[in-house]
């Protein structure tokens, strides 16, 4: 397995995964274009935003992905953290979790925020057993999955 930055050419692949992802779920879709266009340039933008994107590629295949952007002052903020089915429990969202932590160390972050629906109950017991704090904070996006999100937060002092 290797991991490396995206490239905007990954793409495809990357809506790919998460479609198949979100197929785990009862009325959960993904839709590009209304709801997360930045897949589409998924290296520019989160350059842009003074962010990093990562995939996990086996055999040429992209099979999980996460991101990271600055938050508030102080936060740094997990987003799309997403692992094909068959390579699940293997340590690779742990990892990429630790990823972002140690850039949010390094950077003097105080915190390590991210968002996860409401559905993805495996996710939820892995930031759990990673000392992430399940806040009291929702959010609903007004999708159409409907979907609504818990905010979970790991302080890093």
């Given at each position: ?12 692949q990357?809506i790919?995964l998460i479609?198949?992802c979100?197929k ?9 274009d209304n709801d997360?266009?930045?897949l589409k340039?998924?290296y ?10 990562w995939?996990?590629?086996?055999k040429?295949?992209?099979?999980g ?5 600055p938050?508030?002052?102080?936060e740094i ?9 068959k390579f699940r429990?293997?340590?690779l969202a742990k ?5 972002v932590?140690n850039i949010a160390?390094?950077?003097n972050k105080s915190?390590?925020?991210?968002w996860?629906?409401t559905?993805?109950?495996e996710a ?11 806040s009291?904070?929702?959010r609903?996006l ?5 979907t609504?999100e ?5 302080n890093?002092r």
């Amino acid at each position: 397995m290797n991991l490396r930055l995206a490239r905007n050419k990954d793409s495809e692949q990357i809506i790919k995964l998460i479609r198949k992802c979100f197929k785990d779920y009862k009325n959960c879709f993904l839709d590009v274009d209304n709801d997360s266009p930045e897949l589409k340039y998924i290296y520019s933008y989160f350059r842009r935003q003074r962010g990093k994107f990562w995939v996990v590629e086996d055999k040429n295949k992209i099979i999980g992905c996460m991101g990271y952007l600055p938050s508030k002052k102080n936060e740094i903020e997990i987003h799309k953290l997403y692992i094909d089915q068959k390579f699940r429990r293997k340590g690779l969202a742990k990892h990429l979790v630790k990823k972002v932590e140690n850039i949010a160390v390094r950077e003097n972050k105080s915190k390590v925020i991210l968002w996860t629906d409401t559905r993805f109950k495996e996710a939820h017991k892995m930031y759990l057993k990673m000392d992430y704090e399940k806040s009291k904070k929702t959010r609903r996006l007004y999708d159409i999955s409907d979907t609504v999100e818990y905010n979970f937060i790991k302080n890093l002092r």
